[in-house]
């Protein structure tokens, strides 16, 4: 499959497994799975067909992983970043001590003051390294790394997540554990 059709089908899909299941007649189970036949019904009659062999390669091959077919390959789900209401069944985990937030220059200020805010999403979307956050941060503008104290913010009883591909989420971080790298 070609690069461009790889593309077309990655944010097809992350617009209806993230955000307007409903939208192509699919619902989300616990945990945000639909059934791949479902999906791939769905997709056709929505005049957007994908087959089976494409939606494998998207799986394997999306660059941010952002999406996994369950053990036994019949249900695929978005990793996160859903703005529909739908419940990962993620579990609590330890983040390392430093995680990082890559947001456009124009954010900034407003960030310090007011911390990391979820929006219209489930969770604030953190990193394990900087160049990771930098990525995320270009799609803003102009990128700036934010440091997160993660390890005194579960210190101070704040619940943190890491999905499937590795993205870390937590609620909200308050201002007071972020940092501006120079």
């Given at each position: 499959?070609?690069?461009?059709?790889?593309?077309?089908?990655?944010?097809?899909?992350?617009?209806?497994?993230?955000?307007?299941p409903?939208?192509?007649?699919?619902?989300?189970?616990p945990?945000?799975?639909?059934?791949?036949d479902e999906?791939?019904?769905a997709?056709?009659?929505?005049?957007?067909?994908?087959?089976?062999?494409?939606?494998?390669?998207?799986?394997?091959?999306?660059?941010?992983?952002?999406?996994?077919?369950?053990?036994?390959?019949?249900?695929?789900?978005?990793?996160?970043?859903h703005?529909?209401?739908?419940?990962?069944?993620?579990?609590?985990?330890?983040?390392?001590?430093?995680?990082?937030?890559?947001?456009?220059?124009?954010?900034?200020?407003?960030?310090?003051?007011?911390?990391?805010?979820?929006?219209?999403r489930?969770?604030?979307?953190?990193s394990?390294?900087?160049?990771?956050?930098?990525?995320?941060?270009?799609?803003?503008?102009?990128?700036?790394?934010?440091?997160?104290?993660?390890?005194?913010?579960?210190?101070?009883?704040?619940?943190?997540?890491c999905?499937?591909?590795?993205?870390?989420?937590?609620?909200h971080?308050?201002?007071?554990?972020?940092?501006?790298?120079?």
């Open positions: 499959m070609n690069d461009s059709r790889l593309v077309k089908i990655s944010k097809y899909l992350s617009k209806h497994l993230r955000h307007q409903n939208r192509i007649g699919v619902k989300l189970t945990g945000g799975w639909v059934a791949v999906l791939l019904a997709c056709q009659k929505n005049q957007f067909p994908i087959t089976r062999a494409e939606l494998n390669e998207v799986v394997a091959n999306n660059d941010k992983k952002r999406f996994a077919f369950d053990s036994t390959g019949t249900l695929i789900r978005a990793n996160q970043g703005s529909t209401e739908v419940d990962l069944q993620l579990e609590p985990v330890v983040p390392p001590d430093v995680l990082y937030h890559g947001t456009g220059h124009k954010a900034v200020e407003s960030i310090l003051q007011i911390g990391l805010k979820k929006m219209a489930h969770h604030v979307h953190l394990a390294d900087i160049a990771t956050a930098k990525t995320v941060g270009a799609r803003h503008g102009k990128p700036v790394i934010l440091t997160v104290d993660s390890g005194a913010m579960h210190k101070a009883g704040y619940s943190f997540y999905s499937e591909n590795g993205v870390w989420l937590v609620d971080v308050p201002p007071e554990y972020l940092q501006k790298n120079e």
